[in-house]
């Protein structure tokens, strides 16, 4: 018989997929202050923060609830090439299929922005901006200069690089966003509704209050890093499950256990 732990391991695979969307009290938050901006005559948008903490299924979320009320469009990873990601733009603002490999004009996609100002307004929620050069950044602000198209970019933050700072990103925003890794009750709720979401009432049972604390400490609040640590613990709750299990106690996930998958990931150091 498969362990009862399969399906809660699964539960914590990365997923940007918008049926995993989960109402947080900070996910709420950022999507009504993203909804406002994006009523505001802006012309670009910053969605910022930490690898993992949830901006792109934020966006793919604003895409889903938006796309029967406005013309927005979601860009997940940016285009290898200039030539490739102005071809796509091509496309969503013409509305016009192309022939592949046609090198679209900068100037005259700047110049049919212009003729749509005041007839269509366009929003289109770029992904991964950081991967975007100032050139780049540069044509796009032209382009939302046209006012025919707003920019939400969403842009991470690492240790070592502040890219706000940098110079292409700072003259060009309005208005920032930022998303921050989550209090220990948004971390709980999320980790008990992901689980009840797919009837696993028991095992979210077993996570007690104690456990998320200790959950909260070793991944900071981080989405993606609880995610790993989740997936871990069931993994090794799927071992014993099936090879000891006199050494599992299916109302309460042993302490030992979360130490253990925090060690694996680097987490706790001995
Ligand atoms: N509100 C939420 N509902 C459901 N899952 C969420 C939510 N917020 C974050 N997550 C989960 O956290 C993980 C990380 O989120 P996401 O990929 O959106 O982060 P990110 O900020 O885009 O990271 P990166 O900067 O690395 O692209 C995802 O797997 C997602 O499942
Ligand atoms: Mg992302």
Partial sequence: MTSRYVAAKNVFIDSIDIDDYIELNSSMTAYQQLQHSMDKPLKMILL???PGTGKSILLNRIHEK????KEIYYFDTPSPTEKEFFYKLFKVLTQKELPNNTEVNFTALVEFCKKLRGKREIIILLDEAQMYDADMMEKIRLLSDTRAVKFVVSLHKTEDEDLIAKA???SRIWEVIELKNASRDDQTAYVHKKLLKKNLFEIANSIKVKD????HQVTEGNYRECNKLMFTIFEICEYYDKNEPGKLNYTHIPKKIIEMAALKLGHLHV
Wanted: glycine share 8%; charged share 20%; proline share 0%.
């Fill in 66 to 69: 938006l796309k029967h009320q």
């Fill in 212 to 215: 998320m604390k200790l959950i």
């Fill in 168 to 170: 292409h990103f700072q």
């Fill in 48 to 50: 910022f923060g930490r």
